[in-house]
């Protein structure tokens, strides 16, 4: 087994980039997937949401790494054979080496974007480390996941914009703002343990996505919805 390797970043703060590892990892381990989340943000936000559950434990393994700062891919080398997925949570700091470090590594990154103008302003720098670190990891895909998403003209024509001057894809699935999230949060799990709901398909959505663009065997949720 070699764990395909998925990094969130994105150096703009609150893009939702705890929100979307969180959940991309507990949906995947729902499926039966191993997932392993390595959290690089010193806030632990991604470790913390694990550690509030309770009753049930929470479908992925969630550490934080960030002491140990870019050095952190040494650790990965031990994991990548017991997983069949590693996420890691970036921190959102743009003189920070870590997503660098975590890009070179990785079989995909993903951007959380909201569809605001100082979201799309600050992808241009997003852009540009995908593609430094191309040049040096060349499996690596990258893609933005538009996130928090609200109805009305403002944030459909923010997408435009951001359609327009895109230089990575936008992945087909949106995640909408929705109190389901923040909820998931408390009980230290992710929405698809709720039962089913809007937040919950969206999310077998973007699983369904991910595994189409790592090119992983699909696996379907064994208990259905
Ligand atoms: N789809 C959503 N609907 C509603 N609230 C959301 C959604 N996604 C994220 N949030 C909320 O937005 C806030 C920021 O999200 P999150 O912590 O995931 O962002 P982040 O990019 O990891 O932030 P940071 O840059 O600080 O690491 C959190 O309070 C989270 O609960
Ligand atoms: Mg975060």
Known sequence: MTAKIISVFNQKGGCAKS??????????????YKVFVIDM??????????????????PAEILSFAPLGEHFV???KTLVERFDILIIDNPPALDSRVPWA????????????IPVMDN??????????????????????????M??????????????????????PIMKTKIAMRNAYPESQIFGC????FGNSPAAKEQEALVD?????????????????
Do not use: H
């Not at 943000?41 to 929470?58: G, I, K, V």
């Open 102 to 113: 975590s890009l070179l590594i990785s079989d995909l990154a993903i951007i959380p974007c």
């Open 190 to 193: 992710v929405v698809g343990q």
């Open 209 to 225: 996505e991910v595994i189409g663009l790592l090119g992983i065997k699909l696996k379907k949720r064994v208990n259905k919805l």
């Open 147 to 168: 996130s928090m998403v609200r109805r009305g003209n403002v944030f459909d024509q923010c997408l435009t914009v951001l359609e327009q001057k895109a230089k990575l």
């Open 74 to 76: 040494e650790k990965v």
């Open 19 to 32: 929100t979307s590892t969180v959940q991309l990892a507990g949906t995947l381990g729902l499926r039966g």
């Open 120 to 145: 799309i302003w600050a992808s241009r720098q997003a852009e540009d480390l995908v593609e430094r670190a191309q040049k040096e990891n060349p499996s690596l895909q990258a893609t933005y996941l």
């Open 41 to 58: 943000d010193p806030q632990n936000t991604s470790a913390l949401w694990a550690l509030a559950a309770t009753d049930t434990p929470f």
